[in-house]
């Protein structure tokens, strides 16, 4: 079960309810055979879980508040969850406030980053689309020095008549992107996706096998039916399948009378272990983990499904 199997790497370096829920930390530091996790090859990070509001102002707020707790516990990334800025509470709100990313909604996190010394994963922003019908539901990363690494724009686009639920209909506003995205970090190799992507498993066998990634970045707003029946074994199982680190920033709770958010954010191991967690499901707050890039390749050398995996010629080989 690999756990005290260590091996050797290095990571990979290049260039709401109105907040009336107390906050609260929830610090997971596995030891592995007497081992912490806080060794030279581990770095921590925060996973951050809100309940944002039709109040740019309210919500900037309230993530000011999350990098602050993240980084008086030591992390270094904060990661937010889908719509982190801003949640409509009426039909067309999120499209008449999408800006471009070089826009001063944005620009005000590049400077939340900076001043905190914070790398910032924020997804998804509203940022603006190729007409005024139309946004894209943009992941970006932003280093702690205030600087924009990458974006990503969700490819999968929630079109969904909920069983019991309402009916969502993502497309009608928003441009789906094309291209996956995975960029180094101190952090490892980071894949970054939204929400919706979570149930299309050849996102992150992309990422993983083509891509480099060790560390994966869900971004979500799931909801409430859809989380409680497959938000975290859909986690676990892309955690298991590609052998990285999940962390799964989640909204939760009521944003208005229409809408309602599962929550439950997650930060997961590469072997499926579930190794950070908010005790409320629903609650404004962070919850801090270690990556530990020996356990990764721990488990990636001891079960090498790099290797066994078969070639994309395999298969149509195989498809008679």
């Known amino acids: 079960m690999y756990r005290g199997i260590w091996g050797a790497t290095r990571p990979l370096h290049r260039r709401q309810n109105n907040l009336t829920h107390i906050s609260k930390i929830a610090h997971h530091r596995s030891a592995v055979s007497g081992i912490s996790t806080m060794a030279v090859n581990s770095v921590r990070i925060a996973a951050a879980q809100m309940t944002s509001i039709n109040d740019l102002a309210t919500n900037y707020a309230t993530c000011v508040r999350l990098v602050k707790e993240a980084a008086s516990a030591g992390a270094k990334l904060v990661c937010f969850p889908e719509n982190f800025s801003f949640v409509g509470a009426k039909d067309g709100e999120s499209l008449k406030i999408a800006e471009p990313l070089d826009g001063p909604i944005m620009n005000r996190y590049c400077a939340l980053a900076k001043d905190s010394k914070m790398w910032l994963s924020l997804g998804g922003?509203?940022?603006?689309?190729?007409?005024?019908?139309?946004?894209?539901?943009?992941?970006?990363?932003?280093?702690?020095?205030?600087?924009?690494?990458?974006?990503?724009?969700?490819?999968?686009?929630?079109?969904?008549?909920?069983?019991?639920?309402?009916?969502?209909?993502?497309?009608?506003?928003?441009?789906?992107?094309?291209?996956?995205?995975?960029?180094?970090?101190?952090?490892?190799?980071?894949?970054?996706?939204?929400c919706y992507d979570l149930r299309f498993p050849e996102v992150y066998q992309q990422l993983r096998f083509h891509h480099g990634a060790q560390v994966l970045l869900v971004p979500a707003a799931f909801t409430k039916v859809t989380g409680e029946a497959h938000w975290e074994i859909l986690l676990r199982a892309r955690a298991i399948e590609t052998q990285c680190y999940v962390v799964a920033a989640a909204q939760g709770g009521k944003h208005s009378e229409k809408r309602e958010s599962f929550g439950d954010t997650l930060i997961i191991d590469p072997w499926g272990k579930v190794i950070g967690r908010l005790p409320d499901r629903v609650s404004t707050g962070i919850v801090v983990a270690d990556i530990d890039f020996s356990l990764i390749e721990s488990v990636r050398t001891k079960m090498p499904i790099s290797q066994h995996r078969k070639p994309i010629e395999f298969w149509k080989k195989a498809s008679i």
């Open 125 to 194: 922003f509203q940022e603006r689309g190729s007409d005024d019908a139309h946004l894209c539901n943009s992941h970006v990363l932003i280093d702690d020095d205030g600087n924009i690494r990458t974006a990503y724009k969700k490819m999968h686009l929630f079109d969904v008549d909920v069983p019991g639920g309402a009916v969502f209909k993502e497309s009608s506003f928003t441009e789906a992107g094309k291209e996956i995205v995975a960029v180094d970090s101190p952090f490892g190799r980071l894949g970054l996706t939204v």
